[in-house]
């Protein structure tokens, strides 16, 4: 039988064993791919070695900026609404420190010194705000089907004036907005105002103003019953501030209230066993009801402040 030929192996080859011309070995168990650089390198840092972040990286964030957004810090400092403060800047109506601001969105720190342009406050002291007797049938804020919001009554027809009062005029229904609510089964005193420094005061989360209702009710009240409604109830699994009740006369209740739940008085009645059969409020902060008559509206005066 004739010698197979002998394959030669080259050195390198011999000490590996592969021979020549036949390829890698084959490798065995799962493929895997290489790693980038950059992951292999940060791989390869011993444990607690700060790594390179990339720019994409969410921990590479830059820190967030200093200070208070201006509109901000005006609505809460009462100089005006977030809108209007919003208008100002961007009309270059507001100084931040002594210098001009009239990009939204600018910070300062909490104590800055803020100022309005005279233009600002020119545009303030034109700003109406409104005083109604609401009847019922009328709903305080946005319309719901079937019903008339309270607003359609500031007609020049059923303003009721005096001599040093102005006139209506249809620019006090632009951006006309009540402040609180009064359901429409309520009479008495509802504010629509165009500023925001009287909405904030009067529905802002950080309000102090407290409001006067006066209640005709129905059924019996223990004094119990009484002390729970001073202080005591929850409504919506959320405890009410505490409030100021007391009896008139033998079917009448005085309300003075800090905040205004929907619905809040006669709810509370209802979980003290008692019916609200009529429902007036009677005074805002300073600012009474007084004489004026069911249906119509005024001006809140110069002089009076809630």
């Not at 957004?69 to 800047?89: F, P, Q, V, W």
């Not at 420190?97 to 009239?102: A, K, L, Q, T």
């Not at 919506?236 to 209230?257: G, H, I, S, Y």
Request: hydrophobic share 40%; with cysteine.
């Amino acid at each position: 039988m004739a010698d197979r030929p002998r394959k030669t192996l080259t050195p390198s080859a011999a000490a590996s064993g592969v021979p020549v011309g036949a390829g890698p070995p084959p490798v065995r168990g799962r493929m895997t791919r290489q790693r980038p650089a950059a992951a292999v390198d940060a791989a390869a840092l011993p444990v607690g070695a700060p790594a390179a972040l990339s720019p994409r990286s969410p921990t590479a964030a830059s820190p967030p900026p200093d200070g208070v957004r201006i509109s901000k810090l005006m609505a809460a400092r009462g100089l005006c609404s977030r809108r209007d403060a919003d208008e100002y800047i961007t009309r270059g109506w507001v100084f931040v420190d002594g210098r001009r601001v009239s990009e939204l969105g600018t910070r300062a720190g909490p104590k800055a010194v803020i100022t309005l342009d005279r233009r600002a406050q020119a545009q303030q002291h034109s700003q109406m705000t409104i005083l109604l007797h609401k009847p019922m049938g009328y709903v305080s804020g946005q319309p719901e089907p079937g019903c008339t919001p309270a607003v359609t009554l500031i007609q020049p027809e059923r303003q009721c004036r005096t001599p040093d009062t102005p006139a209506f005029h249809p620019s006090c229904l632009k951006g006309l907005a009540p402040a609180g609510r009064l359901d429409i089964d309520s009479t008495g005193l509802l504010v629509l105002t165009q500023d925001g420094r009287v909405a904030r005061r009067l529905i802002g989360e950080d309000s102090t103003i407290d409001k006067e209702y006066l209640v005709r009710v129905e059924g019996h009240l223990d004094a119990r019953g009484l002390a729970l409604l001073n202080h005591g109830l929850s409504l919506d699994e959320r405890t009410l501030k505490p409030a100021k009740v007391e009896w008139l006369n033998d079917d009448q209740l005085r309300f003075v209230l800090r905040e205004g739940r929907k619905r809040q008085i006669r709810r509370m009645c209802e979980l003290v066993g008692l019916r609200v059969t009529g429902l007036k409020r009677v005074r805002i902060g300073a600012v009474r009801l007084a004489d004026l008559p069911l249906g119509q509206w005024r001006f809140l005066r110069p002089d009076e402040a809630f």
